[in-house]
Nanobody, 126 residues
């Protein structure tokens, strides 16, 4: 089993930056690719960023490309999401997730996310 705990959410103004972190614990050798998802009120959950096991490969949703950056530190069992130039439409609950699959399998929808955190709320409002 793997436990994921997100932190770093909050209320910021448009144009601001925020960094989310996710701490993994448990059998951390049981997962490979990791990702950040978000779900806004009344909308479906979407994957915003994903990263490979070693951390060398990343994939972003078009809506955040160029503004968000995902990274991981396998020695510390953490994955982070740096969010810049935040917009009101970025308001959502952000979830950290881990998969036993590889990055390309997660991106292709061929690998499920096996573990999920409880989420952290990000609100972008003036």
């Amino acid at each position: 089993q793997v436990q994921l705990v997100e932190s770093g959410g909050g209320v910021v103004q448009p144009g601001a930056s925020l960094r989310l972190s996710c701490q993994a614990s448990g059998v951390t050798s049981s997962y490979n690719a990791m990702a950040w998802f978000r779900q806004a009120p009344g909308k479906e959950r979407e994957r915003v960023a994903a990263i490979s096991g070693p951390g060398g490969g990343t994939h972003y949703a078009n809506s955040v490309k160029g503004r968000f950056a995902i990274s991981r530190d396998n020695a510390k069992n953490t994955v982070s999401l740096e969010m810049n130039n935040l917009k009101p439409e970025d308001t959502a609950i952000y979830y950290c997730a881990a998969s036993a699959g590889r990055l390309f399998e997660v991106v292709a929808g061929r690998a499920a996310m096996d573990y999920w955190g409880e989420g952290t709320l990000v609100t972008v409002s003036s």
